[in-house]
């Protein structure tokens, strides 16, 4: 069962901003190390800025759209 969204968070684990993007865990980790998606690392800790999701959407429906 999906945990609940919680808009107060401001820090995501990677999985949980896998989960808000709906894609894989392993995906969301393979664009936070490209840094196509912003991240932040406290301690020994990788996290994603809640607003990295929302900028990261925004920058993929400004690209050009593949000629088919």
């Known amino acids: 069962m999906a945990e609940p969204f919680d808009p107060s ?3 995501l684990t990677v999985e949980e901003a896998a989960r808000r993007l709906r894609i894989g ?3 969301c980790f393979r664009l936070v190390l490209a840094g196509e998606i912003d991240s ?3 301690g ?3 996290r994603v800025p809640a607003d990295a999701l929302p900028a990261y959407v ?3 429906r400004h690209l050009p759209a593949h000629a088919a």
Request: proline content about 0%.
């Open 44 to 46: 020994r800790l990788r």
């Open 58 to 60: 925004a920058k993929l």
């Open 25 to 27: 865990r392993t995906t």
């Open 9 to 11: 968070l401001v820090l």
């Open 40 to 42: 932040v690392t406290v």
